[in-house]
């Protein structure tokens, strides 16, 4: 478990497949689905009527204007009194008319494109859009040669390099795993800065406090070359703002909203509603909760700048209640991500939802968890996929090989997600004529021009008879993903960038970090 | 591997968990959601247009009319020839007019009931009802304690014991793995036997020769213990038909459609059109096929009796086209099914699908493979699933370990079916305004009364911590899967079944175990 990655990945590579080696040529190259946006061309599933959406609704404006939110912001505060929100001079409860929410609730735009430094990586956030982002946030990480460490510099950049050569990956969620080699008040400047430059995709800005925010959007700014007026004109990054549930908004989010809202940024409103814990244990009851500090959020974000680009973002799910232990993935996961779903289209908002289990290693569990989790997230409409590789252990803990592992399964679902050819050929009235009763289509010329498109080839799944199977060592899904991420991270070249922005780049960071970066309390 | 299954559980068995260790109280019963009809209740997802749905029709229309479809049986061919179809003298392709094929479809039932010698596990069929069926057909089996093996009577009662035990497997699918130690002549007879006593659920007849089948017949009827009449107005049993793609119908299973269907048992044609390989290489295509095979196959029923209870079976996937093996749990084979599911619909009658994978082991690729499966199920509308419980290897093995994933999957598929609770006390807005901001709801009143019910309880997820789970050895879900079967094992109790019917039973099959069962080959 010790061994270093030098020499876990000195061995020859040994491609699986023929037709994978053979279609490999250069470095950096391996057979991949193209870079493409999704589109889910399914009718959401509906989990309840509209009757009974319009209680949960009406509930959650009840909770905002019976009961309120805790504003612990001052500025917030007085943004949200000048708006028109209930706010008293002794308590940092804030109370909302419903008329009011749904007034600045109106004016979410329902759909925005979101700019990549790569123009070919933009992305379209909305509509039936489906956007797949890196996992984020994991203290810890994980790979079958060296077991589970907290996170650093060097594991981060692998992950990030990861996502940036696998497609499937559109954009970043966050940092994969916390880089805790590098100082905290420093951190986002090296981390935003390796983003930028080792991928030229969108990515997404911690709301920590001010000078976090303000630094994240001036390298997003940079990295793209443009202009500060085209940069607050166009989405080029978003940030998470998870409320403290039940029924709190706190300083750092506040400052979060403010600033990429002023700038005309995405901000992704998602409550950390577990059922059980932070929320009621009925899935209806935590999504009312949800569904009411998303949407004290969202108007919030309209009050600073109305037209903010924002996202409904849906993180209910339930608790083990023998320990208070998140889970994921489960049947209330699923109902929950159907019945979010179903709020953010009723408010015309982009729904992010996640791929997420509390398994602790890549075994079925995480398979079945994150698979019912992506079936959430097809059926319920999402719009983004938060988490969408690499997560394990309820989020404490990115893993190599789930990262692998999940980009099998995001290309799967896009497979799902292609359109069916139903052409007159496709149809192969004529190729059934032709092979006739009891024949075979193997050698058929309808078989024989397709056959190496026709299917998606998956990256994990062994398909090999057992005997066959056996004889190799019987190896697991397990296994074919540690020794695919090695394989493929040594491939790693990095995006072009033009020299002139990655001077400036490099200038801002560098002085940022001169300045002591953001101010941190120890 | 070695290890026998008596030692293997004669240690302690110690439950994961308090809770149900503390409901678990007289052998045999063990926590569990009861046995329940479970409906559907999403609108299924299509995936083509009514015109792109037309066309599929209309071209499997065309290749039954213009192509034909071989038909091996002679008295088959006469009934066809009988009710309108074109035969000719000089060969065995039958052609079918496109509207006798709509006529005689036109007399399927849209529903039916499956009565079980215990009525408590009656079930339903048809229109948003789901039928869950175990496993059948593995020429081997497989658990973690003796590896992998051709089946034996000893494990072909195990499983079928654990079926009975399990309320979330509603019906036996066959024989979950052939056991090779009874000779092929009276196979039938023991198994049939041991299904209608250890057993107390609807079960399925193989169509291997009419002798085979009409002996099913009589076991049903006689373990239910109703007339024959009684016994030809209700469907007690029913049997696969896998056309030989393409286009054969062979003489076993048009002897299996005549006597089942004489008999008012249920047929459930499901062609084997592997795209690629038995069907062509695109699912429209290969779709195409199994439509035109099916309708057939369910003509023809219609034409021995005008409605007989008969369902629409969709096994069409793609094939691995390096080796031909096939594949399931494809983003491929999820397209077939919502296809197939739109068409059993448009022709009115019910339609099974399948839980299956191609993984040869209980990992990571099982899981996903299998729910990619269940998910095609569910949002496909199918009506019954086969191979619910057990299936690995495409097939060739059933196993022990997957049997008990596969029951956690399928619970948690019927819970994520259960209607979320909307009443104004779920919808809890005077618990989170008991609770408020910054509070939690472990203790509150509105949890305290519901935490035991409120949410699944999955029987291999396991959710500890990291630390805690890896120091108690880093269990698998297949560990947790091999140890489960050998404690549920252990508390398996018959059913009741009368001491008359118990009687005639064994003198049917010891009389016709005496004049040697059914005729084979060898």
């Not at 398909?463 to 090695?486: C, F, M, V």
Request: hydrophobic share 40%.
């Amino acid at each position: 478990m010790t061994q270093d990655l030098a020499t876990a990945d000195s061995g020859p590579t040994r491609p699986r497949r023929g037709g994978r080696a053979a279609k490999r040529g250069n470095t950096g190259s391996f057979e991949q689905p193209p870079f493409r946006r999704l589109v889910n061309p399914f009718t959401p599933t509906r989990i309840v009527s509209e009757d009974e959406l319009e209680a949960i609704h009406l509930a959650s404006l009840r909770v905002l204007s019976e009961i309120g939110v805790e504003v612990l912001h001052d500025e917030a505060r007085a943004i949200m009194k000048a708006h028109g929100a209930d706010v008293r001079a002794d308590t940092q409860r804030v109370h909302f008319d419903p008329a009011l929410i749904l007034e600045y609730v109106a004016h979410c735009p329902s759909e925005f494109e979101v700019h990549a430094r790569n123009p070919a990586h933009n992305l379209h956030m909305g509509g039936n859009s489906l956007i797949l982002a890196q996992m984020a946030s994991a203290p810890n990480c994980s790979d079958l040669d060296r077991g589970r460490r907290p996170g650093n510099q060097e594991d981060f950049r692998n992950f990030i390099k990861l996502s940036q050569m696998h497609n499937i990956i559109q954009c970043q969620g966050g940092y994969p795993v916390e880089p805790i080699d590098i100082h905290p008040s420093i951190r986002h400047l090296e981390c935003l800065r390796d983003i930028a430059t080792l991928t030229d995709k969108a990515f997404h800005i911690y709301s920590l406090g001010r000078e976090r925010n303000l630094d994240g959007l001036e390298i997003a700014r940079i990295a793209r070359g443009v202009s500060a007026e085209q940069f607050a004109s166009e989405v080029s990054c978003f940030t998470i703002i998870n409320t403290n549930s039940p029924l709190k908004l706190d300083i750092p989010m506040m400052e979060g909203i403010i600033h990429m809202s002023r700038h005309g940024q995405a901000v992704i409103v998602t409550p950390f509603t577990l059922a059980g814990a932070m929320a009621p244990v009925t899935i209806a009851g935590a999504v009312v909760e949800q569904n009411a500090e998303a949407l004290a959020a969202i108007a919030f974000a309209q009050m600073v700048r109305k037209g903010a680009p924002v996202g409904y973002g849906g993180f209910t799910s339930n608790v083990d209640m023998r320990s208070g232990a998140p889970a994921f993935g489960t049947p209330e996961y699923m109902k929950a991500q159907l019945l979010g779903g179903q709020l953010a289209r009723r408010y015309g908002i982009p729904y992010r939802s996640s791929n997420v289990c509390a398994a602790n290693t890549v075994d079925a569990q995480a398979a079945y968890e994150s698979t019912f989790s992506l079936w959430g997230v097809v059926q319920g409409g999402a719009n983004m996929v938060k988490h969408a590789a690499g997560w394990l252990e309820g989020g404490l803990c990115c893993s190599y090989e789930k990262m692998m592992l999940d980009i099998d399964l995001l290309q799967m679902v896009a497979e799902f997600l292609q359109p069916l050819d139903l052409s007159e050929d496709a149809l192969g009235v004529e190729a059934i004529r032709q092979v006739g009763p009891g024949g075979h289509f193997f050698g058929s010329p309808h078989t024989q021009a397709r056959y190496k498109t026709a299917f998606y080839s998956p990256i994990i799944s062994d398909w090999r008879n057992y005997e066959t199977w056996a004889q190799a060592g019987s190896p697991t899904a397990i296994d074919h993903a540690n020794r695919l991420w090695k394989e493929r991270l040594a491939m790693y070249e990095p995006p072009p960038m033009e020299e002139a922005i990655r001077d400036e780049l490099d200038a801002f960071v560098e002085r940022r970090i001169r300045e002591g970066g953001a101010p941190t309390d120890f």
